[in-house]
């Protein structure tokens, strides 16, 4: 995720600069030389705010799966089973 982040947001960045280049009628050795710049800083944010998003999103992730398993191990424990016991249900004690 961070690096298609980062590719994406300096691919973004380096657009921008060609195009205000352009209209401007800027010189291409100057917009190429400012929009490689550009590209580089803007890769580098992108990839360490994909980065960033990539860590809270495993986390979240995480957090969510252990709230599941939780409830599902009480759940397990208020019918009367062993949170021990696999591959049987409930009703296939009765």
Not at 3 to 29: D, H, N, P
Not at 56 to 73: C, G, K, N, T, Y
């Amino acid at each position: 995720m961070a690096v298609a982040f980062g590719v994406s947001l300096g691919a973004i960045a380096m657009a921008t600069v060609i195009f205000r280049g352009a209209l401007g009628g800027e010189s291409a050795v100057g917009v190429m030389a400012s929009s490689l710049m550009t590209w580089a800083v803007f890769t580098a944010l992108g990839y360490a705010g994909g980065a960033a998003m990539d860590i809270l999103v495993r986390q979240d992730l995480e957090a969510q799966f252990r709230r599941r398993l939780s409830r599902f191990r009480e759940e397990v424990e208020s019918v009367g089973g062993d949170s021990g016991d696999q591959g049987r249900t409930p009703k296939q004690d009765a």
